[in-house]
């Protein structure tokens, strides 16, 4: 779930405005600078219906051979891409165990294709959800496994949060990982950039909503800008490559607590840009298809600095109305806690690992 925000240009214009005096330097950084390298990467855009896993599965197959072909050695695909997305109960219907229908075939791909492939899916393990983005390496091993935290808004209302680290370290280098919504929090950022990662992996359901009070049309216009140019400005920020993925289509959804219906369209605007921050491919809004690029992971044009916290848990300036999302998860979180429904619902699903 993606909300209007501009995180990343203000985040690389605060870093070229900062004197050395007003920057943090992380410690953990490597004495020795590791050798550059280059990665053929693809960024995978399509619509994704709900409930539709197997079909979901299929049609991704045949994006990712196309990308295959153009040379890609890893592959990214949206957030919740098996399952499709809604903010309803019928969102547990689309969860399965980790070794389920979506990393058998992520494990199948992989080993046949020697690619990393990564994707999130709505995992059931014992009586919870969570939103797990899983990438599979070229002989069919989990390469890394990171659950979303936190969910954004209204999710929590249907999955937990995970607690584990969003960065794990693979034959290509260190990987770091941002779930959709993650990217916008700054204690997410100064993880990943803490961390030394070499590639940032996003994969997104990202949204945009009608322009409905309080949601105003800057607002909405704001989606799309974060959006379509949060790639090459993350990646300029912090001087790494970056692979972004999402959906595209329309979606009609209930909300829980009373909330009004949403329509809600998924714009797209997948790309990749390299660690200097050029763009090197991105879709257009409503296109599906694949972006094929190589990227350069080269430690020297790393940023070393680390830009303080101005905005308190937010990566750049928020409307006034952010609130709404922090009190919504809240209320997701507690009536999550309380489900009976929820509980059963997953342990069943568990059940059949």
């Keep these: 779930m993606s909300l209007p925000f501009k995180t990343n240009n203000r985040l690389c214009a605060t870093l070229r ?22 990665l053929c990467v ?38 919740m891409m098996p399952g499709g997305y809604t903010l309803e109960e019928k969102i547990w219907d689309t969860a399965e165990p980790f070794d389920g229908p979506t990393t058998r075939w992520l494990r199948d791909l992989c080993r046949r294709r020697e690619v990393y492939i990564g994707t999130t899916f709505l995992e059931a393990e014992g009586e919870d959800f969570f939103n797990t983005f899983v990438l599979i390496g070229p002989t069919g091993e989990v390469v890394g496994k990171v659950r979303k935290n936190p969910p954004a808004s209204f999710e929590a ?16 280098g260190r990987i ?5 919504f993650e990217n916008a929090l700054y204690d997410r950022y100064r993880e990943l950039h803490e961390a030394d990662i070499d590639l940032y992996l996003r994969p997104f359901s990202g949204a945009s909503f009608e322009a409905k009070f309080p949601i105003r049309q800057r607002d909405v216009d704001a989606v799309n800008a974060a959006l379509r140019e949060g790639t090459p400005a993350t ?21 829980p607590a009373g909330f ?13 840009a390299d660690s200097d921050g050029a763009l090197l491919g991105q879709l257009r809004s409503g296109q599906e298809g694949v972006v094929v690029g190589t990227v350069k992971l080269d430690p020297s044009r790393k940023h070393r600095q680390i830009a303080p916290r101005t905005n308190g848990r937010w990566t750049g300036g928020m409307p006034w109305w952010a609130f709404v999302w922090v009190l919504t998860q809240r209320f997701g979180e507690r009536s999550y806690a309380r489900s009976a429904k ?10 059949t690992a």
């Design 42 to 79: 693809a960024t995978v855009q399509l619509a994704c219906d709900l409930g539709d896993v197997q079909g979901n599965l299929n049609r991704a197959t045949a994006f990712i051979e196309d990308a295959i072909r153009q040379g890609a050695k890893l592959i990214l695909t949206p957030e």
């Design 17 to 38: 405005g900062m004197s050395k005096t007003q920057i943090a330097t992380p410690s953990n950084h490597p004495a020795s600078p590791r050798a550059a390298t280059t």
């Design 260 to 272: 009004p219906r949403q329509h809600i369209e998924f714009p797209g605007f997948s790309a990749i």
């Design 235 to 255: 990646a300029r920020a912090m001087g790494i490559p970056v692979v972004m993925s999402n959906k595209v289509g329309h979606l009609v959804t209930d909300l």
């Design 342 to 351: 929820r509980r059963a619902r997953a342990l069943a699903i568990s059940r």
């Design 176 to 180: 770091g990982v941002g779930i959709c």
């Design 157 to 172: 209302f249907y999955f937990r949060a995970g607690n584990d680290r969003h960065w794990f370290d693979t034959a290509l």
